[in-house]
Nanobody, 125 residues
Framework: QVQLTESGGGLVQAGDSLRLSCTAS????????LAWFRQAPVKEREFVAT???????NYMESVRGRFFITRDNAKNTVYLQMNNVKPEDTAVYFC???????????????????WGQGTQVTVSS
């Protein structure tokens, strides 16, 4: 049974920092590209950040320079460090993993096969 579990969300103020974590059970993440997506109320899910097997990264324009995605294969975990958060960052954040193998990191949600349940991040102004 594959499960991805996010943690670290909560209520914060604009300008604060927090770190989201996502740990998998039932599969390894070490040979897969990984990503974070987010979804605000009445909006579609959108790409946030992705990281490849060798550490290459890509970010959506609005978070570049503020958010950083990292991975720890020994802990089977991917992180999203969120700095200088803004009210528009308020959303449910989801982690996701591609199929194991030679797939590159991607901004497309349809490329990911395993998803967490999400963790709420609320940023007050």
């Amino acid at each position: 049974q594959v499960q991805l579990t996010e943690s670290g969300g909560g209520l914060v103020q604009a300008g604060d920092s927090l770190r989201l974590s996502c740990t998998a059970s039932g599969r390894t993440l070490s040979n897969s590209a990984l990503a974070w997506f987010r979804q605000a109320p009445v909006k579609e899910r959108e790409f946030v950040a992705t990281i490849g097997k060798s550490g290459g990264t890509n970010y959506m324009e609005s978070v570049r320079g503020r958010f950083f995605i990292t991975r720890d294969n020994a802990k089977n975990t991917v992180y999203l460090q969120m700095n200088n958060v803004k009210p528009e960052d308020t959303a449910v954040y989801f982690c996701a993993a591609r199929r194991p193998g030679g797939y590159s990191y991607s901004i497309e949600s349809s490329d990911y096969v395993d998803w967490g349940q999400g963790t709420q991040v609320t940023v007050s102004s």
